[in-house]
């Protein structure tokens, strides 16, 4: 079933209500601004391509969850570029969160650039369980997106957790 | 710092996801992609189903033309006829396995998985499947005639050797090729997408 011009007004909705899933995938796993924009428009496109499939059993941040990862996991077009080496530094500057004085922005800056750098050096599916665990998922709606069990989502993320704890050593304490 | 501490960054980042994203542009690039690949997809088909009841078409007429001598030409008819049936069949069962972006990571990686092994058979088995049948034909196909030729046996056995020259050549191409493509674009892809359904399910 294609997509309608009837879902365009869901799809708007759901773009604007979860745009941060769209940012914080394409993030996780495109580098550079090119490949960001382009795993970010091809993420968009897979949810405008299965919204007439969506049946709302699952909530709407799942669902989108759900193809943002399935999309970001099997993506190939730029795969040279992903190769090169992680440019820590590219494209986090627009990141951190309107802090409150300009030192609080620079430190949350540098936390989300050290965990974006950390998160890139994940494996792909760890890279997916961190991303639905910081976004708060409880392990049910992980299990969901993933199709592993609560058991096995638990175990899989204290793993990946603490392998990104290792990788922020220093910036982090601990992450249980 | 703890787990608490960096959800909360990690939520106040200032994302604008797309914000020159138009769903009518969308809809126009989607509307292009599926046209696009379902061309795409309708020649090509077209062309595999074509070729080979064009090929059985000439052995059909040629047998047809000889009379009771061209009998045997049925059996490469049917190879022929029997492939085409195959590719369509592949087409078909691809078709009806596909997953949607919105199935759980996991069964989206072993549907990936599942096809790409499906592909990677494919191309290792050519010859079983592909050449086999091909040759086969071919080769009914020119003894047939070359025994109802009016021509000397020294003329029959040359167009024979030269014929079996070709066959060799465009089979070893044909199989070589599609070795590279498995070990090339196939297995590598195979072997990212394994590692990440075996670190999906490994404990630690």
């Known amino acids: 079933m294609s997509p309608s011009t009837a879902h365009e007004p869901q799809f708007r909705a759901w773009r604007e209500e979860h745009r941060g899933i769209f940012g914080k995938v394409a993030r ?3 580098r550079g601004e090119h ?10 496109f897979q949810v405008w391509l299965s919204l007439p499939r969506f049946s709302g059993q699952a909530k709407p941040s799942t669902w ?7 999309t970001a996991l099997t993506w190939r077009r730029g795969a040279e570029r992903r190769e090169r080496r992680i440019e820590p530094h590219a494209d986090i500057g627009r990141l951190a969160a309107e802090a409150a004085t300009p030192a609080e922005l620079a430190g949350e800056r540098d936390l989300l650039e050290n965990l974006y750098v950390a998160i890139h050096a994940l494996a792909k599916v760890d890279r997916a369980l961190v991303l639905l665990s910081l976004d708060g998922l409880a392990y049910r709606e992980i299990a969901e997106v993933t199709g592993l069990t609560e058991n096995h989502v638990g175990v899989a993320l204290t793993r990946a957790r603490k392998r990104l704890a ?11 | 710092m703890n787990w608490s501490d960096l959800q909360s960054v990690w939520s106040g980042q200032n994302l604008a996801a797309g914000a020159d994203f138009d769903p009518a542009a969308l809809q126009r690039d989607f509307e292009a992609k599926r046209r696009r690949l379902a061309r795409g997809l309708f020649w090509r088909d077209t062309r595999e189903a074509a070729a080979g009841m064009f090929v059985a078409g000439v052995f059909a007429y040629c047998g047809w033309q000889m009379g009771r001598a061209g009998w045997p030409l049925s059996a490469a008819v049917a190879l022929m006829l029997g492939l085409t049936g195959f590719f369509v069949r592949e087409r078909v069962r691809a078709h009806r396995r596909r997953v949607g972006a919105d199935a759980p990571l996991l069964a989206k ?19 079983t499947w592909y050449l086999a049948p091909c040759n086969t034909a071919a080769a009914i196909f020119a003894i047939t005639m070359e025994v109802n030729a009016p021509i000397p046996l020294a003329a029959k056995l040359a167009a024979g050797g030269i014929m079996l020259g070709v066959l060799a050549t465009v089979s070893w191409a044909v199989w070589a090729l599609n070795r590279r493509a498995a070990r090339r674009l196939i297995e590598p892809r ?10 999906f399910l490994s404990f630690p």
């Open chain 1, 64 to 70: 989108i969850y759900r193809v943002c990862l399935n």
């Open chain 1, 166 to 176: 290792t990788l922020m050593k220093g910036a982090i304490d601990e992450l249980e």
């Open chain 1, 28 to 30: 996780s796993y495109g």
């Open chain 2, 190 to 199: 195979l072997n990212e997408l394994e590692t990440s359904r075996r670190a």
């Open chain 1, 35 to 44: 490949e960001i924009a382009e795993l970010q428009q091809e993420m968009m």
């Open chain 2, 109 to 127: 990686l072993d549907a990936e998985i599942a096809e790409l092994h499906r592909q990677h058979r494919l191309l290792l088995t050519v010859g």
